[in-house]
């Protein structure tokens, strides 16, 4: 089926962002791959220029890199990149986690129990792009509970990238795994303490860059 059968009445820039973005994001166009604007425009039966906007896109969201004369590449994570993704989720996250449980409450208990719920399920089969997802979710639901609105916003602008992270993660780890590795994280949340919760956080994202090979 051609990409462009999925396209819709949204801009066209940014329908062909996402099927750009969820080609990075699934790894059918691997890190270091070369973007040529006439084979992708031909590809998604679209023009040269909405490609061309869409690749500038994503080069915000740090998911392809221009090169000068050469075009457009799928950026390839070396040691530098993960180390500063795995100290941004570390911060971010870890703050996160600590705000979430000092100001966590019934309703907030019952949303997080149910987004790790479904983690836990989706760890049952193997479908490791919906495992992936749903752990995203989970990390995105708990800064939610943060309740601090800047700490989100700044979360947003680079969770693309932290996705393509935790895909390689992921990769390396036994998916039926994934979901249980957060288990004492959502409990320290639930539980109201706030070090712990900080602490389980940190440790969740601990050697995930040492793990990885790109």
């Not at 699934?26 to 690749?55: C, F, H, M, Q, W």
């Not at 919906?130 to 639901?141: E, G, S």
């Not at 959502?186 to 539980?191: E, G, Y």
Request: glycine fraction near 6%.
């Amino acid at each position: 089926m051609k990409k462009s059968l999925v396209i819709n009445k949204r801009s066209l820039d940014d329908q062909a962002a996402d099927l750009l973005r969820q080609d990075i994001i699934n790894g059918d166009l691997t890190p270091g791959t070369r973007l040529v604007e006439t084979t992708l425009a031909k590809e998604y039966d679209l023009s040269r220029g909405t490609i061309r906007t869409a690749l500038h896109s994503l080069g915000n969201e740090g998911l392809v890199t221009q090169v000068p004369y050469a075009g457009w590449s799928v950026t390839k994570l070396e040691s530098q990149d993960i180390w500063e993704l795995y100290t941004l989720r570390s911060t971010f996250e870890g703050m996160a986690a600590k705000l979430a449980a000092e100001s966590i409450d019934k309703d907030g208990i019952e949303k997080l129990t149910s987004v790790y719920q479904n983690l836990l399920k989706l760890c049952e089969g193997d479908d490791l792009k919906a495992i992936t997802y749903a752990d995203l979710k989970l990390h995105k639901t708990i800064v939610e509970l943060s309740n601090h609105k800047r700490l989100a916003h700044q979360y947003r602008l680079i969770e693309n990238q932290f996705l393509v992270y935790i895909t390689a993660a992921n990769r390396v780890f036994d998916p039926k795994k994934v979901g249980v590795s957060h288990q004492d994280l959502v409990d320290a949340i639930c539980n109201g303490d706030g070090n712990r919760a900080e602490e389980e956080a940190v440790k969740n994202i601990t050697g995930f860059e040492e793990e990885l090979d790109f």
